[in-house]
């Protein structure tokens, strides 16, 4: 029997239409390969929008949402509207709303893409970042005092719940388990100056990792310090762990190492609800419509998504075939790939 799959769109600002385009015809061939039907929605939460109606995601949308098995994000931000408006009312809206508590950052060199760490590849940089989505400093929590005079005062709280540094720490745990590699988890925090969020977390992450999960190496570096294993020893990471601030920031350095953002994707996770898939680069705008954004990123993004409905081998198809580009192109850079963006996307269904 096949079953349809439910998935909502969102292509969002700039590049992020063309990008899920790219993937929706490598979603075409794997469904017809592997069997599966699917139904798609489109959902208009752009800039643009924004500015004819003042609309962004709302509480109805939310709900609709709800409904769908996963999203497909493209990109949001736009030039046009002032920064920090589309980021909190498309993607952090959603990923609050929707409780979206973990955000999935696979770090991996292909062959053939070009890092900028010297002497490093594929066997070194090959790890996965587990950030946490849903508190930290993006809660939005503080304000000021005495705004706009000499003696003004702005907060900005991190807060940290045991329940989600709970939550967090048992899904990387066992996402170390089930990925079965070296089975080691690292903390990153900042024990040495953060002394509260980060004690809380610590002691959490010891107490999970001995009663449930001994067969896992428990490892702890402090964020400054691992920006400079990232590029130094790579190899030394197999499963991180991380609030959510710590995460953002991390990520895009990964991002780096493993061959730029044309490349990297990322889920936001909520493991008993509707997650949401996406690269990790911004809109581009820059790129927007010229054919020569990299898709590889988005394509990696419904590799994912496949993997969170339960197509597993579907998804392993969609890798082989991004593996396959990575030969063919000549760079993972906007507009030096070699192939325009459809070209790239051509190349990997064909590949499937
Ligand atoms: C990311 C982005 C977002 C974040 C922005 C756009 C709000 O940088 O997904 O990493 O800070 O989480
Ligand atoms: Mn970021």
């Given at each position: 029997?096949?079953?349809?799959?439910?998935i909502?769109?969102?292509?969002?600002?700039?590049?992020?239409?063309?990008?899920?385009a790219?993937?929706?015809?490598?979603?075409?061939?794997?469904?017809?390969?592997?069997?599966?039907?699917?139904?798609?929605?489109?959902?208009?939460?752009?800039?643009?929008?924004y500015?004819k109606t003042?609309?962004?995601v709302?509480?109805k949308?939310?709900?609709?949402?709800?409904?769908?098995?996963?999203?497909?994000?493209?990109?949001?931000?736009?030039?046009a509207?002032?920064?920090?408006?589309?980021?909190?009312?498309?993607?952090?809206?959603?990923?609050?709303?929707?409780?979206?508590?973990?955000?999935?950052?696979?770090?991996?060199?292909?062959?053939?893409?070009?890092?900028?760490?010297?002497?490093?590849?594929?066997?070194?940089?090959d790890?996965?970042?587990?950030?946490?989505?849903?508190?930290?400093?993006?809660?939005?929590?503080?304000?000021?005092?005495?705004?706009?005079?000499?003696?003004?005062?702005?907060?900005?709280?991190?807060?940290?719940?045991?329940?989600?540094?709970?939550?967090?720490?048992?899904?990387?745990?066992?996402y170390?388990?089930?990925?079965?590699?070296?089975?080691?988890?690292?903390?990153?925090?900042?024990?040495?100056?953060?002394?509260?969020?980060?004690?809380?977390?610590?002691?959490a992450?010891?107490?999970?990792?001995?009663?449930?999960?001994p067969?896992?190496?428990?490892?702890?570096?402090?964020?400054?310090a691992?920006?400079?294993?990232f590029?130094?020893?790579?190899?030394w990471?197999?499963?991180?762990?991380?609030?959510?601030?710590?995460?953002?920031?991390?990520?895009?350095?990964?991002?780096?190492?493993?061959?730029?953002?044309?490349?990297?994707?990322?889920?936001?996770?909520?493991?008993?609800?509707?997650?949401?898939?996406?690269?990790?680069?911004?809109?581009?705008?820059?790129?927007?419509?010229?054919?020569?954004?990299?898709?590889?990123?988005a394509?990696?993004?419904?590799?994912?998504?496949l993997?969170?409905?339960?197509?597993?081998?579907?998804?392993?198809?969609?890798?082989?075939?991004?593996?396959?580009?990575?030969?063919?192109m000549?760079?993972?850079?906007?507009?030096?790939?070699?192939?325009?963006?459809?070209?790239?996307?051509?190349?990997?269904?064909?590949?499937i």
């Amino acid at each position: 029997m096949t079953k349809k799959h439910k998935i909502a769109v969102i292509g969002g600002d700039g590049t992020g239409p063309e990008v899920v385009a790219e993937g929706l015809k490598v979603l075409k061939v794997v469904a017809k390969k592997h069997n599966f039907e699917y139904e798609l929605k489109d959902f208009d939460f752009t800039g643009q929008r924004y500015l004819k109606t003042g609309k962004l995601v709302e509480d109805k949308d939310v709900e609709e949402l709800k409904t769908y098995e996963a999203i497909y994000l493209g990109a949001v931000g736009d030039p046009a509207v002032k920064p920090g408006i589309i980021e909190h009312g498309v993607l952090l809206k959603l990923r609050f709303a929707l409780d979206q508590y973990i955000n999935l950052r696979p770090v991996i060199l292909y062959p053939n893409v070009w890092t900028p760490v010297k002497d490093k590849g594929p066997e070194q940089i090959d790890f996965v970042v587990v950030r946490e989505n849903t508190e930290g400093l993006y809660v939005g929590t503080g304000g000021y005092l005495k705004k706009g005079s000499p003696d003004e005062v702005a907060t900005q709280v991190s807060v940290n719940t045991r329940k989600g540094v709970e939550r967090c720490l048992r899904y990387a745990f066992e996402y170390t388990q089930k990925r079965n590699k070296r089975k080691q988890l690292t903390l990153v925090g900042k024990t040495n100056v953060l002394t509260y969020a980060w004690d809380l977390w610590e002691r959490a992450f010891h107490e999970i990792g001995q009663k449930d999960f001994p067969g896992i190496k428990r490892e702890y570096s402090h964020v400054d310090a691992t920006c400079m294993w990232f590029v130094k020893n790579p190899e030394w990471f197999d499963v991180i762990v991380t609030d959510n601030m710590f995460g953002d920031i991390i990520t895009d350095l990964g991002a780096m190492i493993q061959g730029g953002m044309g490349i990297a994707a990322g889920g936001n996770i909520n493991p008993k609800g509707v997650s949401m898939f996406e690269p990790i680069g911004g809109s581009a705008p820059k790129y927007t419509g010229q054919n020569v954004i990299n898709p590889l990123a988005a394509i990696g993004a419904l590799q994912m998504l496949l993997e969170n409905i339960g197509e597993d081998k579907a998804a392993a198809d969609v890798e082989k075939g991004i593996r396959y580009a990575c030969t063919q192109m000549k760079s993972m850079s906007a507009g030096k790939m070699g192939m325009s963006t459809t070209e790239v996307g051509d190349t990997v269904a064909k590949a499937i």
